[in-house]
Each structure stands twice: as structure tokens, then as C-alpha cells.
Nanobody, 122 residues
Framework: VQLQASGGGLVQAGDSLRVSCAASGRTFSSYSMGWFRQAPGKEREFVATISWSASGSRYADSVKGRFTISRDNAKTTVYLQMNSLKPEDTAVYYC????????????????WGQGTEVTVSS
């Protein structure tokens, strides 16, 4: 599956933003989907994941209660709704597709999008 992330931009602290990841291929609904992020000078880190049927999701503690991951299998798209954004949320956000159920580690993902940049100003 090929992935294309979009929707990043420059926002102010406290604002909301939704990033999207469009997938190509008819097998989208068989993948768990995840979002990771990489801040300048830091390693890439897990943000959120959702099961293939959207029946389950997991979040990093740093975004729990502020971010929501969702998916539309008919549109082969996964979303990350980000509310109450903080300057520390500034990063390039990557979507990824995984074969296991809601993985939180990078090496369990088999396909990656190119990333979309989110900048949160204070």
C-alpha cells in the first residue's frame, strides 16, 4: 500500500488541525494504521494507531485526550485530529500501515508515507 500524508501547516498554540493520509490499493482495510512524528533533532516517536476495523485505538501518553485517530475504509484514508496543540507538538507527522494489530513500534509497520509538517507557534 502507498501512503500520502497531507494537511500539515502553521498554527498557534491551542488551535486544532487535522492531518490526513490517503492510501492506494484495495487492501487498505486489512492494515492497522498509525501516526508517528519526528521533531527537529529528535528520534521519530509513536503518536497513535487504529485497528483495521476502527474498533480499537492506542495513543501516546503525550497526546492522549487531545488527539483522535480515525479512518474511513471506503475512502482508504486515515485521519489524525489534533486539538489543543502545543509548541512541543511541532514535528513532521508520518502515517504508516502495519500488518499486526495496533502496533506501537516502527519495525512492525511495512509502509510509510512521506510526512507532513506541523508547526505550532507559542
Amino acid at each position: 500500500v502507498q501512503l500520502q500524508a497531507s494537511g500539515g501547516g502553521l498554527v498557534q498554540a491551542g488551535d486544532s488541525l487535522r492531518v490526513s493520509c490517503a492510501a492506494s490499493g484495495r487492501t487498505f482495510s486489512s492494515y492497522s494504521m498509525g501516526w508517528f512524528r519526528q521533531a527537529p533533532g529528535k528520534e521519530r516517536e509513536f503518536v497513535a494507531t487504529i485497528s483495521w476495523s476502527a474498533s480499537g485505538s492506542r495513543y501516546a501518553d503525550s497526546v492522549k485526550g487531545r488527539f483522535t485517530i480515525s479512518r474511513d475504509n471506503a475512502k482508504t484514508t486515515v485521519y489524525l485530529q489534533m486539538n489543543s496543540l502545543k509548541p512541543e507538538d511541532t514535528a513532521v507527522y508520518y502515517c504508516a500501515a502495519g500488518r499486526t494489530r495496533m502496533p506501537i513500534v516502527e519495525n512492525e509497520y511495512v509502509s510509510w508515507g512521506q510526512g507532513t509538517e506541523v508547526t505550532v507557534s507559542s
